[in-house]
Every structure is written in C-alpha cells, then in structure tokens.
C-alpha cells in the first residue's frame, strides 16, 4: 500500500519546530511522504545555524518569504510565516494533494504582532471551514476533549450552555461514534447538587439529551473532576471532556507530557500537530524532543492507511 502523503506546516522557525523536522524526517519517512510547507531559502538558513545538513528525498512545496531567524525571538515576520505555511499545509490537503497536515508549533504572541486574529491553529481551521472544530489532546492511553479553549477563566462557567454542550457531544460522536465518554463537572465535587454551582446541572441535561437522541449511553457525567483522572477510574474510559482548557490538560500533561498529541476534529481535512510550544528557551541549541511529533504522525497515517 502507498505511503499517504502528510503536509507539514514548519511552525515559528524561531522556536524548536524545524529542529524536530529535522531530526525525525528519516523516521517519518518509513510512516508517510513528507511534503514541508517551507522554502529552499528558510529551509537552508536554518539547517545552517542548527549545523545539520538537509536530507538528499526532504521534499519541499514552496511557501513566499524571507527573514532573518533569531533564534528564541518573538517575531511578527516569523509569526506570519507560520501562518502562511500552515494555511498552504491546509490547502494542499484540501485540493487532495495530500492525505492529511501536521502541524509544529506557533507563537500566539507572534501571530498577534503580525496583525492575524486568531488565537491558534483550531480558531483559524474553524473560521476558515465555517465548522465547529473541536480540539482534542492527548495519547494512546487518554484523550481529552476541551469544551472551551483559549478564554479567560472567568468567561468559562457563562459558556456553559445546554445547546451548545449537546452540540459539541453530538459532533464529537460522529468523530468517536463507539467509546464511553467521560464529561467533567466544572465545579467542586461537581456543584454538590447545586450547593457549589448550578452548571452542573445544564451539563447533565445536555448529556441526557444527547445519549436520548443517539439511542444509547455514550456521555456519563457529570463526573467529579478531582476523581476523573485517577487509574481506577481510568480503567474505564480513555476518552474525556473538560469544561476548560487546565482542567483538562493539566492531568494530561502530568501523566504524559513528553507523548500527547492535538488533534482537530469535526472538520472537512484530518490535522494533527505536537501537544508542546515554541521552545524558544532551547531553539537552535539541538535539545528539542521529536515524540510527540513523531506520534503526531503515526496517528495520522495509521488512521490513512485502515483498509
């Protein structure tokens, strides 16, 4: 069977992105085609200041622009061209030349100093696609799904609406149509019957109305969130939903930091990208880890290639 074709987005080349691609080409090789959203001028500048040399099959599609990397620096040029190299990443695997995109990381700052809207990856796939892409992270061993993402804390327990929480079950169910879900409370011990909070309480409801509607029990909760992520309630389920972005990836990123992927669903393409920032702490200085991109890949492909 052929490789499928993966597109690559480089991510801000002041952080660690282009590192990892680097170092984990060979090994993503025997999974897909790479196809690197970059071009030979960026591509040469920065295999240079890494004192690597760039592999004989890495192929390129070829991305505008140019810049001067600094290495750890906040950036409008980069942050700009990490948005255009993903945007081609997404194109391309929109008009089917390739199967799928995984995407390195980005700076929000940068992208904010380039004048672009979006708070990330998710935002822009779901303005540009007119869908409800859901934000998914997490490994072999746990999933969590996140109901809200990138708002303040205090804005949380107002987003907790009943037609939006059964929507967002629903559309997760056509992305995970089998598993038992797990879904969060938001508050302590899960609102104690509305003594610490009342959200609970649409929670349920948004639950009982999507299992009604999809004919079975797929969502169980409202689950007390300091119990959820122990192993012997995980024994029984892999897959999760947290009301807000730390309830959810703090558990995460303690039990499996350096493995997590993020994963986008609900949307018309298939992304992937690492669970991890910039870096720009180490950039260029040859420490960055390649697991979660490499797992980033294998979760791709895997899903690509089942008969």
């Known amino acids: 069977m052929n490789k499928p074709k993966i597109s690559i987005s480089v991510g801000d080349l002041n952080g660690v992105g282009i590192e990892i691609i680097l170092k984990a080409h060979k090994e993503i090789s025997k999974l897909c085609t790479p196809i690197y959203c970059i071009n030979k001028y960026m591509l040469e500048q920065a295999s240079k200041l890494l004192h690597v040399e760039i592999p004989d099959d890495f192929e390129i599609s070829f991305v505008d622009g140019d810049f001067n990397i600094e290495a750890g620096k906040v950036s409008a040029k980069s942050g700009n061209y990490s948005f255009d190299s993903f945007m081609h990443a997404v194109r391309l695997c929109e008009t089917k030349e390739t199967d799928a995109v995984v995407t390195m990381p980005i700076h929000k700052e940068a992208w904010m100093m380039a004048g672009l809207e979006y708070k990330g990856h998710t935002d822009v796939l779901r303005k ?34 009943y037609k939006k929480l059964k929507q967002f079950f629903l559309d997760l169910h056509n992305s995970i149509p089998n598993e038992k879900i797990a879904v969060l409370g938001l508050n302590p011990h899960a609102g104690d019957n509305g003594v610490l909070g009342n959200e609970e309480l649409r929670i349920y409801k948004a639950i009982k109305s999507a299992n009604k509607k999809l004919g079975f029990e797929q969502f169980v909760g409202p689950i007390v969130p300091d119990i959820a992520f122990t192993p012997e309630f995980r024994k029984n389920f892999k897959y999760f939903i947290a009301m807000y972005h730390d309830q959810g990836l703090a558990p995460l990123k303690a039990l499996y930091f350096d493995e997590s992927i993020n994963i986008s669903l609900n949307l018309p393409i298939m992304r992937a990208s690492v669970d991890h920032g910039t870096a720009f702490d180490i950039s260029y200085k040859g420490e960055a880890k390649t697991l979660s991109y490499i797992n980033a890949i294998k979760h791709s492909a895997n899903i690509l290639i089942k008969p």
């Open 128 to 161: 540009y696609f007119k869908k409800d892409a859901i934000m998914m992270l997490g490994c072999e061993e746990m999933f969590v799904a996140l109901f809200t993402e990138h708002i303040p804390l205090k804005d949380v327990a107002s987003s907790i609406e």
